[in-house]
């Protein structure tokens, strides 16, 4: 067997760092999906919408529409 073939040992060892790494992605994935996230993207969406509306309020009483 040449130096540069994988273990068994070597591929255990990759396979539960993968394993590691994929957890701590699902246990991120599971904090992003959470109500009080969704809640804030949504007042965010709302805010940048109201902004807007706002906006074009004020445009038109300046320009007399």
Same mark, same amino acid.
């Given at each position: 067997?040449?130096?540069?073939?994988? @273990?068994? &040992?070597?591929?255990?060892?990759?396979?539960?760092?993968?394993?590691?790494? /994929? #957890?701590?992605?699902?246990?991120?994935?599971?904090?992003?999906? @959470?109500? &009080?996230?969704?809640?804030?993207?949504?007042?965010?969406?709302?805010?940048? /919408? #109201?902004?807007?509306?706002?906006?074009?309020?004020?445009?038109?009483?300046?320009?007399?529409?």
């Amino acid at each position: 067997m040449s130096d540069s073939a994988a @273990t068994k &040992e070597d591929i255990d060892k990759l396979r539960d760092d993968t394993d590691a790494k /994929l #957890g701590q992605i699902w246990t991120e994935l599971r904090k992003l999906n @959470t109500v &009080e996230s969704r809640r804030a993207a949504l007042n965010g969406a709302l805010l940048i /919408l #109201g902004s807007a509306i706002g906006s074009g309020i004020v445009n038109a009483l300046q320009h007399g529409r």
